[in-house]
């Protein structure tokens, strides 16, 4: 196996794992960790999967799409902590209710 | 360009002077709609239009595209966007301080859209549909309050997850291809492992977006916890937007894959409208009724996948009519939902009666909206309706047009419960938050807009058939 | 465009302005309500007068606006629709002075007359409609414009009956909706043809044929009130007399006997539907719902509520006659919609007149209303042998005709059932009268309102006066040129006369 294809499926693996733990985690800083691990998942395919021609120099394009995507992680993540915060605030619980509805 | 550049510096300048932030925004919305109508125009007479960011050609630079369905999709974003503009400037004198913070995010928003709408690079739409949600969730959260805060943070997580989903699907692409730029992917792109885990991905995020059944889940709470013009915004434009980028993928790049998920999403938009509508049925707030109406015509949009098999100018017409109509109809619905709250101070339906009286042009609003959500004549919903019932019966898809007639059914259920009530005897009086009339309007218009659909039907057809964006030009006639 | 292109959809416009104009008007501006909703009236009857001349002497009254591609919106104004469209708009002016003085200082007036006036557009729209598609347009239309003016007393009954009817027409809709689309699919055109254009498809698709006339007859049975799809149409009636009046007589049950002629003769043609075996079925359920609302209406002490048996059970006679196939059977179920109409819309006015002027809403409390209101009974009485089919009176010559027209098909079991619906009808009928003329009232009357030596308001008087003159006058005059009877009998020939 080379080590492209090694990297691209240890991407998919955290990609994965992150999945489930946004999935199962009810603690929303859980969750909101477990969608930062899926984004790492996600630019260490993109990193991985960086070469045009084998053994020749990596393509640059995926690196530029990788920094993008830390960039708008880094928003997102930031936008979720301040939710999270105010939903403490408001509500003193880390946990998003069951049910909308009334 | 400007189409992305003007509201974008809207709403830096909003976010720099936000007590001047109302009259940025208008001054943003009506430039906006005039550069869009502009650009029609050369739609219209020259076809379609690229434009090459910074003169880089493909596969290194980022090409604009603009063909009728994106110029459709601009428009409609153009008109419902000044709308919700109008009312917010005056919805917020109330609240200032929530003014302060819609702005700015609502013009992040609409820059998104009309990039979204404009991009035919597949990682430039990604970046939009990240800028798309995180201003979405911003709008969603500005009403404040436990139950606003805990939608929009439901709304968030969702929104990543499926951006995420989304890129992994570009990775993969780019991989097997060597490039993000549709165009070329179009022409690279073939049927293997890669692409279909792509496809898989990618329309897995686009469809946790858009909110399709069972992954509507977090759409009635965020929408209906909003303040009213963001309702609107969420569900006219935004699912729209999502809506939109999975059409163009499909149409683009997967048409011919997989057969089989043509049939699974109209399956799952079949159970959407019935859902949905069901859901409507019971709810005792006005605003959730709106919101779950919504998930159920989301469900409309999804059946025309599989009935274009072999009737692709009813079934993509039908659908995109559907989409322009909707987002018309659905926020002058929010709008004048927001105005029937406001002077009650509550939207339980079942009191509702007193506040309907009063206010008759927001009834009328809705009445007329209505017609669109439930396929009666004349509205744009119902020219939606007659083309997929059309495409579904000239196949003899007996099943999708049976949902289809019955999903109208139950519309008319849910919503004449509501419009009745502007009937009936008024009982008891309360304190009434006076409504300026200019909201009141401004939900009109939009409803008068989805009527008007329906009795203008060729106009919009020709400009959506600029550049044969579905291919049809490849079928024989209708 | 010129002026035969013009008038259509200057018919149209003469409601369609007015009604959105009134909804704009504040509630005290009666005069200029009354003024606009009289003059739309007026302006209407004149002009369909005027086509009425232009029809008879050959004019071509027709205008197509491109609407989809391949359906445009068609309007042709032939003998067919003249006749729906002249019955529609006399009895809308005479229907609108009632309701002027009828809900005089009732609240949201204008809120109603908004809807009346889009309700007559609708049903002037379905008469005009040249296309299936433009007619399916105006009939759902017409249940939006009616429900608003179904629940406008805003009661607790009115809501449930106006839930009902929502019910009832919006599925009906729908079955027409989906009727309509189907055979678009197979035939690519919904124009209507005299003789229909149906008969050219091939045989194989005799079955989807079927299918789809169950669907659209359906459809269209519902506002017909055919059974069993008739139970929105007892509960309506909680609806001002107006209402009343212009549902059963004007526009919702009209409209769907008319939408069943059209389909029969203009769709299928009905030599064509004989064909395919879908009349006898039809000739089944008109005759088992001819029965069924004679004999409810035996059982009603509730005045409107009986007369809406009556109307269930006499509109079918129109499904009767077109399922009859036969020239003169045609001739007989053509021309009872419009005698019919002239008759019922007489029987509302005077129920009406009694509630408003002494409380009187059911048949028990109405002994002696002959001394106390004698015009109006009088006008009832005319109405009531019409029903029954008395010569001379309309409701005599529908019956004739149908009968021959029966006998001449070879069904012999239609002039039975005739008969025994006569006497159904004069079984229902002949109590009112009796009690109202030969009786001595019990009492007081239940909420007497005084309107000096008058015995009622003239708004409210005249109306029922004029229809049963027209009643009379139809039946007497029923040779002369003109008549319901002549244009029937002309609507007869381009459907049977030799091609």
């Known amino acids: 196996m080379n080590v492209a294809l090694f990297y691209a499926l240890t991407g998919a693996g955290i990609f994965t794992l992150g999945l ?68 403490l605030d408001v509500s003193g619980s880390v946990v998003l209710p069951d049910n909308e509805e009334e | 360009m400007t189409l992305i550049l003007l509201p974008l510096a809207g709403a830096m300048l909003a976010f720099l002077f936000p007590r001047a932030g109302g009259r940025l925004g208008l001054l943003t919305a009506f430039s906006v709609l005039f550069s869009a109508i502009a650009l029609a125009a050369v739609v219209i007479g020259d076809g379609v239009q690229l434009h090459l960011l910074g003169g880089w050609p493909a596969p290194l630079g980022i090409t604009l595209r603009t063909d009728g369905l994106s110029m459709v999709m601009l428009l409609v974003a153009a008109v419902v966007g000044l709308g919700i503009s109008l009312y917010a400037a005056v919805w ?27 991009s035919a690079d597949l990682f430039n739409l990604y970046v939009t549909l990240e800028l798309l949600g995180l201003s979405a969730v911003g709008l969603a959260a500005v009403a404040g309050g436990a139950a606003a805060y805990a939608a929009a943070m439901r ?67 965020a929408h209906a916890n909003a303040g009213a013009p963001v309702s609107a915004a969420l569900s006219g434009l935004v699912v729209k937007a999502t809506f939109y980028l999975l059409l163009r993928l499909w149409l683009e790049l997967f048409d011919t894959f997989a057969p089989q998920l043509e049939t699974l999403l109209g399956l799952l938009g079949a159970a959407a409208v019935l859902w949905g509508s069901l859901q409507a049925l019971r709810q005792s707030r006005l605003k959730l009724l709106i919101a779950y109406s919504t998930v159920a015509q989301i469900g409309y949009l999804f059946m025309a996948f599989p009935l274009a098999a072999a009737a692709g100018l009813q079934a993509w017409y039908g659908a995109l009519y559907l989409v322009m109509s909707h987002a018309l109809a659905k926020s002058a619905m929010f709008l004048a939902a927001g105005n029937l709250r406001r002077h009650a101070g509550h939207d339980r339906i079942a009191e509702l009666d007193l506040v309907a009286q009063r206010l008759p042009l927001s009834v009328s609003a809705f009445a007329l909206a209505g017609m669109t959500i439930m396929g009666l004549p004349p509205s744009g919903g119902f020219i939606a309706k007659w083309w997929l019932l059309q495409a579904a019966l000239v196949q003899g898809m007996w099943g999708w047009a049976l949902v289809l007639v019955v999903g109208g059914l139950l519309s008319a259920a849910y919503l004449f419960k509501v419009v009745g009530f502007a009937f009936t005897r008024a009982r008891g009086t309360h304190e009434a938050c006076p409504v300026p009339l200019s909201m009141e309007w401004i939900a009109l218009l939009l409803a008068i807009g989805s009527v008007l659909l329906g009795l203008l039907v060729l106009p919009p057809m020709a400009l959506l058939g600029v550049g044969d964006p579905f291919g049809l030009a490849l079928e024989a006639g209708q | 465009m010129t002026l035969n292109q013009l008038l259509p959809l200057v018919v149209l416009a003469s409601s369609l302005l007015p009604g959105l104009l009134i909804f704009a008007l504040p509630e005290e501006r009666h005069r200029t309500r009354s003024a606009l909703n009289l ?55 005479v229907t609108t002075v009632y309701a002027i003085g009828y809900l005089e ?76 689309v189907w055979l678009y699919t197979l035939t690519g055109t919904l124009e209507f043809v005299p003789r229909g254009f149906v008969s050219g498809l091939d045989p194989s698709y005799r079955t989807q044929l079927v299918l789809i006339f169950i669907l659209l007859i359906a459809g269209l ?64 359920v008109a005759a088992v719902t001819i029965l069924y609302g004679s004999l409810r209406a035996m059982f009603q002490d509730d005045l409107k509520r009986r007369l809406a048996f009556s109307t269930i059970s006499q509109v079918s006679y129109v499904a009767l006659g077109v399922a009859i196939v036969g020239p003169i059977a045609t001739i007989g179920g053509v021309v009872h919609l419009v005698h019919q109409g002239v008759m019922k819309i007489t029987l509302f006015f005077c129920a009406g007149n009694m509630a408003e002027t002494l409380g009187v809403h059911r048949i028990s ?67 009112i009268l009796h009690v109202a003329w030969f009786r001595q009232p019990d009492g007081p009357w239940p909420e007497e309102r005084d309107y000096g030596n008058r015995e009622t308001a003239w708004a409210l008087l005249l109306p029922p006066l004029i229809t049963a003159g027209f009643t009379i006058a139809i039946g007497l005059f029923a040779a002369a040129p003109f008549t319901p009877l002549e244009w029937a009998k002309l609507i007869s020939l381009r459907e049977f006369g030799t091609p």
Request: with cysteine; hydrophobic share 60%; proline share 5%.
């Open chain 1, 20 to 87: 489930h733990g946004v999935i199962i985690y009810r603690h929303l800083l859980r969750k909101i960790m477990a969608i930062n691990i899926m984004g790492s998942g996600v630019f260490l395919v993109l990193a991985g999967l960086a070469r045009r021609v084998p053994a020749g120099p990596p393509d640059p394009v995926p690196h530029a799409m990788v920094i993008t995507g830390i960039v708008v992680a880094v928003a997102a993540t930031a936008l979720a902590l301040v939710l999270l915060l105010r939903l």
């Open chain 2, 92 to 118: 917020f004198r109330q609240e200032p301080l929530n003014g302060e913070r819609f702005w700015p995010l609502w013009l992040l928003l609409w820059s998104a859209l009309n990039a979204l709408f404009l």
């Open chain 2, 155 to 221: 709304y968030l997580l969702v929104s990543l997850l499926g951006s995420l989903l989304y890129l992994l699907g570009v990775a993969l692409i780019y991989h097997a291809c060597g490039s993000v730029d549709i165009t070329l992917v179009a022409e690279r792109l073939s049927p293997s492992a890669a692409s279909r885990a792509a496809l898989a991905l990618m329309v897995s995020g686009l469809l946790l977006k858009t909110a399709l059944f069972p992954l509507h889940f977090w759409l009635p709470a």
């Open chain 3, 39 to 93: 003059g739309g009236a007026l302006i209407k009857l004149a002009l369909v007068l005027w086509m009425l001349w232009g029809v008879y002497n050959q004019q071509l009254y027709e205008v197509r606006l491109a609407f989809l591609p391949g359906l445009e919106l068609v309007f042709r104004v032939g003998p067919l629709a003249l006749f729906f469209i002249i019955l529609s708009s006399g009895l809308w002016l």
């Open chain 3, 105 to 180: 200082g009732s609240p949201n007036r204008s809120r109603f007359f908004g809807f009346f006036s889009l309700c007559v557009t609708s049903t002037v729209g379905l008469a005009m409609a040249g296309s299936l598609f433009t007619f399916l347009l105006f009939y759902e239309m017409l249940t939006l414009t009616t429900y608003p003016l179904v629940v406008h007393r805003g009661t607790e009954a009115a809501r449930r009956a106006g839930r009902a009817y929502l019910a009832y027409t919006v599925f009906g809709g729908a079955l027409l909706m989906a009727g309509t």
């Open chain 3, 221 to 284: 049975g519902v506002k017909a009130a055919l059974f069993p799809l008739h139970g929105w149409l007892p509960m309506a009636m909680v609806a001002p007399a107006p209402v009343s009046a212009l549902l059963h007589a004007v526009a919702v049950v009209k409209a769907g006997a008319f939408g069943i002629v059209r389909v029969v003769y203009e769709v299928y043609g009905v030599e064509f539907a004989f064909g395919i075996g879908v009349t006898y079925p039809l000739a089944i």
């Open chain 3, 365 to 431: 409390e109405m002994n002696g209303v002959g001394k106390r209101m004698p015009w109006t009974m009088a006008a009832f009485t005319i109405a009531a042998f019409g029903m029954i089919g008395l010569p001379p009176f309309a409701g005599f010559i529908s019956k004739w005709y149908l009968s021959l027209g029966a006998l001449e098909a070879g069904r012999e079991w239609v002039v039975l059932l005739l008969v025994i619906s006569s006497l159904l009808n004069a079984a229902y009928f002949l109590p």
